[in-house]
């Protein structure tokens, strides 16, 4: 059986997944609720282990390393929401990690020192990534591929301009990449799976609450069409 966690920022972005997955665990760890021993419903033998972290890097990454460390999973799908950057993002599209940088730290700080990257980025699973793929051309939701990036900050005019002209992302969020970094540095494989809550033409904190229940189930149903589409395509 392949064991997967399941990431996410909050509550409401988690919430819709204990529709999709049947858990008869829940362990309490370093202030965090991990919901163990899942299954899909009518999925196929994948283990799921799905834990919200919180908002922010740090966050993210704690919550990341103790699926490894605890919860042994094989690899990690991060999911929720996300803000548009590229104009050509609208509302409830659905963004697929391909890359991903920390649009707020220095771009040699990555190469420089740990981890010692040959880039200042990260790059999906090519296996989880193919398998979104495949997934993607079955669904009707605008689903996107291309690059995430993510900082310590809601983005609305503040610095759009300058993340869209340094790194051309589709979607910006505050965790992804920390989970991607804490995948890389210990050889997990990782996607990311974020549907939009706002964009450059519908910006602000209010569509943000506005949507992100909508955009939370959107994001959660996607993941579990992957996952149902990798129990089926990959041996397991």
Partial sequence: ??????LCASDTELEPFLTHIAFSQVTEKAMLKFYSQGTLKNGGEIGIVAVYSGVCKVNASIAAQLLIDVFH??????AGTAGGMDESVQLFDTVISDRMLYH???EDIL???????????????????????AYSQKTAYPIR???M?????FIEDDKRDEINQKYAPLCVDMETVSVAHTCY???????????????????????????????SKRSAEIVTGILKELAATIKI
């Fill in 1 to 6: 059986m392949k064991k997967i966690g399941i």
């Fill in 73 to 78: 999973v094989e690899c990690i799908i991060n």
């Fill in 104 to 106: 707020d730290v220095a």
């Fill in 111 to 133: 190469t420089e020192f740990h981890p010692w990257l040959k880039v200042n980025y990260f790059q999906s699973d090519r296996e989880l990534l193919s398998v979104a793929q």
């Fill in 145 to 147: 591929f291309g690059t």
């Fill in 149 to 153: 990036v993510s900082g310590e900050q």
């Fill in 185 to 215: 540095v210990n050889q997990i494989p990782f996607l990311s799976v974020r549907t939009i809550t706002d964009t450059a033409s519908h910006k602000g904190i209010e569509h943000f609450e506005e949507n992100c229940e909508a955009a």
